[in-house]
């Protein structure tokens, strides 16, 4: 029996990738989970285990953004990513980097921004926000930080048109780890650059 060639096309998790694309695009699904699994019962594969990863349906959004939303996607990510700036600028003290799918340039109209900041002092941002007298919402959020899992306070800010901005707090020396690349986390100077 012969292996299956290593590039071979799989159409099915193609065409998956490119419904959920669809999906999140036109009708403002945020979750790639979700669009995955709508996307598979509208195809009929309801029970498959073989969704394409969120990184392949990140390039289907990307591609389908280019064909099908050229005119009114840049003013919709542009808008966005002066949103996160704005907000950027105002969390400086805490070193602010930008996240996720306004970063990624796969954000449409119903998207979230979502930063990371870092602080030694879990509550520094919490009273920050408190002292300029900032709407919120706080919770926790598990994340991964030298090693092991974590919970980390997270904050929801409404940004001026409406958008939610996501904000998890993470220790000092998360912000020296590494992990950080430019295409993925983007801090003030960078995004400044994105926008000329």
Known sequence: MSKPHPMRRDLMREQLAHLSARLIAED?????????RKAAKQLGAADTQHLPSNHEVEEALHSYRALFQHE???????????????????LEPYNPYLTGSVLSGTAGENSDINLMLFSDDTKAVLLFLLKNNIEFE????????????????????????????HIIVLPENARHGGSRHPETHADIAALEELLT
């Open 28 to 36: 403002g699904i945020t979750d790639f989970a979700f669009a995955k």
């Open 138 to 165: 706080d919770g926790e959020w598990k994340v991964r930080v030298g090693g092991h899992e974590e919970n980390v306070p997270s904050y929801t800010l409404t940004g001026e048109s409406g958008t939610q901005i």
């Open 72 to 90: 009114s996607h840049p003013n919709v990510l542009y808008q966005l990513r002066e949103e996160a700036l704005s907000a950027m600028r105002m």
